[in-house]
Structures are given as structure tokens and as C-alpha cells.
């Protein structure tokens, strides 16, 4: 007969992600996640297969929590400013009391680049493809854009997304808000 888990899933998970947010993945040991998740090797490797599969749920737990803004972005209709909305609502999301600085997709996308991972590079390609295509979709409401001119910008807001990502982890409120302002003056 199975035992019944002493513990809510969901709450485990946030934590481990907490803890992935803030180590990265290779640096995150399961001695680590055993002490944050208040669980212990067993349970984890019980309910989520190994530290791969922990890790692959909490990127899962980390879109639900970021998954607001995405919404309020998706169904904004003021092309480029709600751009530079989401741009300001990224880097809040992190300062959230308990939230980790930076972004846990471009950590991710960053370590994980050029390691044969399918699972973590299949997510984190389809996460990078659905922002630049609502990059795509939002400066499309500039009639006066041509296609490789939008082409151009959602490429330059890609790259910028992932400069702020890193930045917002060391740099100061002011110095994030002069970056974006810039990046926005730009184009």
C-alpha cells in the first residue's frame, strides 16, 4: 500500500524553484533542495522522478507565476508601449517580496545553452518564440513598419529582454529604468 504524502506538492515546488531561481540548476544540490523543501531524497525522487524532473517542475511553476503579466501583455492593444509595460512589469515581478532577482526562463536559457537538453531547450525555445512573436504582434500595430523592420526590433527587444533579465539581478532600480527608457528611445 502506498503512503500518503505528507506534504503539498504545489508548496515543495515553489520552493525548489526559489531555490533553482537563485543557484541555477547545476549548482542546486539535492542536499539543497532536501533542506528548502522540508522533504526528504526519497520523496523527491518519488514524486518527481530525479532533480531533472524537479527542475522541469518548477520552470512549470514559474510561468504560472509570471503567467499574469504574459496575460496582461497578450491582451494589451497599444503596440509599442505595451512593450515597455511588459519590459517594467518583468523586472517587478522579480522585486516581489520573496521572488528572486532576474528571470528563472533566461537563467535557465543561459545555462542550459549548448548542453544537449531537449526537454529544458524545447521549453525554453517555445518560451523565447511566443515573446518575439508577441514582440511581432505589438509592433505590427505600427502600420508604418515594414516586415523586416519588425523583424529587426523584435530581435533587438529578444536581446534587450534577456540584457534586462541579467541586469535586473545586480543593477539599481534607476539604472533598470534608465535601460529601459533607452531601449525604448531607440526605436
Sequence with gaps: MARKKEYNEDVVVEKAMNLFWRNGYETTSMQMLEKEMGINKFSIYSSFGNKHGLFLESLKSYNKKVNSIFEEFKNSNNG????????????????????????????????????????????????????????????????????????????????????????????????????????????
Excluded: P, W
Aim: proline letters at 0%.
Design 80 to 187: 509599442l508601449e505595451d512593450i515597455k509595460a511588459f519590459f517594467y512589469n518583468s523586472v517587478r515581478i522579480c522585486n516581489v517580496n520573496g521572488n528572486q532577482k532576474g528571470c528563472l526562463v533566461t537563467n535557465t536559457y543561459n545555462e542550459f545553452s549548448g548542453k544537449e537538453d531537449d526537454q529544458i531547450n524545447n521549453q525554453m525555445n517555445a518560451f523565447m518564440d511566443n515573446l518575439k512573436e508577441l514582440f511581432i504582434e505589438k509592433l505590427k500595430k505600427d502600420s508604418n513598419k515594414d516586415d523586416e523592420t519588425v523583424l529587426k526590433q523584435a530581435n533587438y527587444l529578444l536581446l534587450a529582454k534577456h540584457g534586462l533579465a541579467a541586469a535586473s539581478r545586480v543593477n539599481t532600480e534607476k539604472e533598470i529604468e534608465d535601460y529601459i527608457e533607452m531601449t525604448f528611445k531607440n526605436l
